[in-house]
């Protein structure tokens, strides 16, 4: 797989599923292991998740997250731990601004940045 399949693969997951579950997602992986991800593993911790909210439902009380937005951070850390480390290495460097609470600012963080700049330049001189 190259790299332009995997970030093709990443952005649909980012579409589909949202930015947050994308990033924790990654975070998820990373945690457990790339390789420690396989359907029988997904589909235990998936049925733990829903046991844990149907317990706190039970109890009367509402889960801060819901059971299907946490699966689906597993599904996602799923499918990435089939993509190759090296390209999901490349497309955080390239594509996901993460704070570390540094007083400086990623290469990527400044592009976001100063790309919504020029479309925001690019719309007022429209409108004028």
């Given amino acids: 797989m190259s790299y332009k399949e995997t970030e093709k693969t990443i952005k649909e997951f980012e579409n589909k599923y949202g930015d947050i579950v994308v ?3 990654f975070t998820y992986m990373i945690d ?26 039970a109890r009367g009380n509402v889960p801060l997250v819901t059971a299907e937005f946490q699966c689906g951070i597993v599904d996602v850390a799923y499918e ?3 993509l190759p480390t090296l390209e999901l290495f490349v497309y955080v460097q390239e594509n ?9 600012i990623s290469k ?14 690019n719309q007022d001189m429209e409108y004028d």
Avoid: H, P
């Fill in 96 to 104: 996901m601004y993460i704070d570390v609470g540094q007083e400086t």
């Fill in 108 to 121: 990527s963080r400044m592009n976001i940045l100063l790309g919504n700049c020029l479309d925001y330049i």
């Fill in 23 to 25: 990033r924790s997602a």
């Fill in 32 to 57: 457990g292991g790339k390789d420690n991800f396989n359907v029988e593993t997904v589909n235990e911790i998936k049925e733990k998740i829903k046991a844990d909210c149907r317990e706190i439902e």
């Fill in 80 to 82: 990435l731990s089939k």
